[in-house]
């Protein structure tokens, strides 16, 4: 956070006015908020404490680039040697320096301020703020029912990274709490590392750190566990993290913890308020230190994640001001994520500090199911969900019992675990890539009203992603050969892509998730959507294995791709109702709103396909619907809708575009059964709409699944 020249001018002017005086120049920056509350603390207590960024004669070159620990550590140590006589100079103590990171923590009083703001050596001053674990009670949740790692683990798709080879073994994760018991059957043996960084500012603060002193650096230095509670927390997130007592397990149960205490006993009531005096506080001057010792040692104790489950203010948007930026930075760039819940206060647009910075990885909280929970901060700001209402894990009263705590502290370990799990598998990849697969295959989530949402995390999936597949599963398929009397199973297959390719359909059992047998389609041309029976792929396989699907009144189907597009599982039934029965586990959608597949001709006349045109825009206009043969993908005419008013629709039957267009009824009377259209030239959205006339029946035709291309699938 940089200090402007009109700020130290601002600040060299006489406290004596007040903070009043300063409005004028305070009005607009973040940095000057910031020291505005460094100024309003000193007025309430005479002093404050800051943390502060010196400037580096690397510029920001250190912190921006994927540096070594050694090239950190050597830049930060000529930035301190010329800040330490500059302060030594201004009578101003240092009471905190870091190894990897341009930061000092002071004491100061308003003559400190002011010369300490006047430093050409100081780039940014910060209040130290202080912090809480995000933990709610479980009184408050009523009846609702306590979710064990087996339930939570498996929810988010772990065993099937498990079942490649990836559990976390070979890595770490790093859990800054407040306190842990590893003599718990969960965590024995895991801890490496141990720190302590709980601050001991003043009088009220009293750090938790065994040897009464801080910092310290031992074995055990994250254990002290002196009373009943102490422990319950840390005990409780690592555990989720990466517990491991050969029953239950936590989402990496093959990494190793390195525990990090950075909690202190408070007896200052107005740092305790809400909560009765003594409590248990950190702050950022702490949780920064902590960061900084990761950074120095993310290498060589093979750090995957950061799991920090703890925060202050509710703030809406990021907080890159926060100096805890630069190391998250830092750490990411190392290959390691900085993973934050998002806190407890139940708001919709704003979560809690350091969760908003926009480098770390802030992660809400879902119920036992995939909805929110309503304790949960929810805001286009996060970045991940995972399970964190009355989870189950270890605690720290007894080293074989389990306790049950909530909260998007709970949520946030589920997360920093799967991290492990995927870096465990994929060394090689970035931090962004791990980030992005997760948030790619994870099944979105939103909040009443909230008009978006976020991806609540599928670790087998976002492995299966990163290796290059990317599967679609589709669940009961009616099988053809065993079952006709239920009626006849398609599939539809888009492929929405410049270049032709191919589609590999796993038939699995229902019960077991057993492979029954694989089908390869025949090379599918660009833009093209062949409409399959089941009982072509069926006959494919029973070819080689012939009883494969004799006693099978259904399967289910997992198709993977070389090429983007869209499926459809459909049925038609006994009686002649056609119907969409398409299911995708990340919920329906019609995808590209402007492209409609297997549009049905007047070939096919007990089937009459309707389209509908919406027009969202702000003025009237006409749809241009281009049409393409669904079977070979080539282009065959446009059609010209009459003028739709905004915020009005159309509703046109095929045969009737048919008969204004002699071309696209040309291609219908030499075979052609389906179209796919494409809306152009309006903004607005396309549906289709079958007409079983059959069955005096409306159908909608318009959704289906997303698939995205395997690189495990050969386009040929």
Sequence with gaps: ??????????????????????????????????????????????????????????????????????????????????????????????????????????????????????????????????????????????????????NSVPSIDVPSAWAQGADGTGTTVAVVDGGFNFAHAMLKGKSIGDACFADSYGTTLKPNCPSGATPQIADGAASNCSDATRCAHGTHVASIAAGNDGTNFGVARGAKIVPIDVFSKDTDAADCSPDPAPCEVTNSLAVLDALDYINDHAIEFHVAAVNLSLGGATVAGYCDDDPRKAVIDMLRKKGVAVVVSAGNDGATGMIEKPACISSAVAVGATDNGTNVASFSNFATTLDLMAPGTRIVAASASSNTLLATMTGTSMAAPHVAGAFAVLRSAMPNSTTDQLEDAL????????????????PRIQVGRALNYLKGRNGQLFNQIVSGAGATSRGQSYLRIFNNTNAAGVVVATVRDVDSGAVLGKWTSPSIPAHASPQVPITTIEAAISATAPQTFAARTGYNLEIESSFGGYVQYLLLAPGGVFANMTSCRDGLTTGDSTALMNVNTSSVADYVSRLRVTNTGAVAGSAILTFSNATTGARIASWTSPSIAPNASLDVAEPDIEAAVSAISDATKAGALQFNVTLESLSGYLQHVIENRRASAFTDFTARCPISASTSVAAN
């Design 1 to 150: 956070m940089s200090v402007p020249n009109v700020l130290r001018s601002g600040l060299k002017r006489s406290f004596a006015a007040g903070l009043f005086a300063f409005a004028a120049f305070l009005v607009v920056s973040p940095a000057r908020a910031d020291v505005t509350d460094v100024m309003r603390e000193i007025e309430r207590a005479g002093d404050a404490r800051v943390i502060i960024t010196m400037k580096t004669g690397d510029g920001r070159a250190a912190w921006e680039a994927a540096r070594s620990v050694e090239q950190q550590r050597a830049v930060v140590a000529d930035a301190s040697e010329r800040f330490a006589r500059s302060m030594s100079a201004a009578e101003i103590p240092v009471r905190k320096r870091y190894r990897t990171l341009p930061f000092a923590g002071a004491r100061v009083n308003r003559e400190q301020l002011l010369k300490l703001a006047g430093m050409p050596e100081v780039t940014g001053i910060q209040l130290v703020r202080n912090e809480r674990k995000h933990q709610v009670s479980d009184v408050t949740l009523g009846d609702v029912e306590r979710q064990s790692l087996a």
């Design 439 to 454: 948030k790619t295959t994870g099944a979105r989530v939103t909040r009443t009203n909230a008009g978006y949402s976020v």
